[in-house]
């Protein structure tokens, strides 16, 4: 598991699940930004824009969601890894134990996807939507 999102961290984090929020960012806000305000849509348009809302709600719940629990399954996981190791006799364990890092999906340079990350991208979005209905107005 952890060779494996090593691998991800090195080939997509850098630019991959950054462009992948911003998309998902940006289609939330112009497809919530033109469906509240707008009462002459036809049916076919709100539909394709509610489930354009469906689809990055579920990114960021869904997918963004459980790459942040990812970090904090590694973290209990190590924990009781650590507290299990330290009454063992051989010393081997405790120090590969010691040397073992989380696990941390990385998007951006240094940040990585914690559980509330998908939250903080919703609250931001929201601002952005409620900052651009009032310039509107």
């Given at each position: 598991?952890?060779?494996?999102?090593?691998?991800?961290?090195?080939?997509?984090?850098?630019s991959?699940?950054?462009?992948l929020?911003?998309?998902?960012?940006?289609?939330?806000?112009?497809?919530?930004?033109?469906t509240?305000?707008?009462?002459?849509?036809?049916?076919?348009?709100?539909i394709?824009?509610?489930?354009?809302?469906?689809?990055?709600y579920i990114?960021?719940?869904?997918?963004?969601?459980?790459?942040?629990k990812?970090?904090?399954?590694?973290?209990?996981?190590?924990?009781?890894?650590?507290?299990?190791g330290?009454?063992?006799?051989?010393?081997?364990i405790?120090?590969?134990?010691?040397?073992?890092?989380?696990?941390?999906?990385?998007?951006?340079?240094?940040?990585?996807?914690?559980?509330?990350t998908?939250?903080v991208?919703?609250?931001?979005?929201?601002?952005?939507?409620?900052?651009?209905?009032?310039?509107?107005?």
């Amino acid at each position: 598991m952890q060779l494996l999102v090593q691998f991800f961290n090195q080939v997509h984090a850098a630019s991959t699940v950054v462009h992948l929020f911003a998309f998902a960012s940006s289609i939330q806000i112009i497809s919530t930004y033109t469906t509240i305000p707008s009462t002459g849509l036809s049916v076919p348009l709100l539909i394709i824009l509610l489930a354009e809302l469906l689809d990055t709600y579920i990114v960021f719940v869904g997918v963004f969601g459980y790459a942040g629990k990812v970090y904090l399954t590694s973290e209990t996981v190590l924990e009781e890894l650590k507290r299990r190791g330290k009454g063992m006799k051989a010393k081997k364990i405790p120090k590969m134990l010691r040397s073992l890092p989380t696990l941390k999906i990385g998007f951006g340079t240094g940040n990585f996807i914690d559980q509330t990350t998908p939250l903080v991208f919703l609250s931001a979005n929201n601002a952005r939507i409620v900052d651009l209905l009032l310039l509107k107005k």
